[in-house]
């Protein structure tokens, strides 16, 4: 009985290495699919079904990403820095790009760019300026990345915005007869 709950509380060796490499994944993907979208020739029975295998494939993996992102693997513990506070003083742009991902207001214009760039395809050479815009999403990943991995010395986690921390003062003494600090 025991060895089928540790089966079902444990994933399998696969699905977890999957989820934990998740980002490099991810940034290979969108390095493949820039290199399919340079592509000149007239497309083939065979290249629309990589380009389909491959967009499910980065779905899969986004979902294996946010469901390794929930808890924190021994591989990941074990990969946190010696020096995490000096590497997040290095890496504040990453960081604000992790929390600007989260503004609706920036979010919506930047997936307007990105969806929108595909008209580039249409033009002579708008195929390079399209394969910018897309590989922007690598420096995406990239923060988003950094930021699970630097969290805890996050400045924009720390108490809100910017690194501020807040304290509460101290706390009030028991108040009474009978009653003291032990």
Known sequence: MTES??????????MELWGHLSGLLL???????????????????LSLLVRLALLAFVV????????????????????????????SQRYRRR??????????????PYLVVLIGSNV??????????????????IYLI??????????????WCSGGGGGTEHSVGEPDAPRGPGRQLV
């Open 5 to 14: 709950y540790e089966y079902a509380a444990t994933p399998p060796r696969v």
């Open 60 to 87: 899969v993996t986004w979902l294996m990403m946010r469901r390794h992102d929930r808890r924190l693997c021994e591989s990941c513990a074990a990969a946190i820095p010696l020096n995490a506070a000096e590497q």
């Open 142 to 155: 990239s923060a988003h990345t950094t930021h699970r991995r630097l969290q805890p010395w996050c400045p």
């Open 95 to 108: 960081f604000f790009t992790a929390h600007a991902g989260t503004n609706p207001k920036l979010v919506i």
């Open 120 to 137: 580039l395809l249409t033009l002579p050479h708008g195929r390079w300026g399209w394969a910018v815009v897309q590989a922007s999403m």
């Open 27 to 45: 940034k290979v993907s969108i390095a493949a699919s820039i290199v399919l979208g340079l592509q000149t020739s007239y497309p083939t029975l």
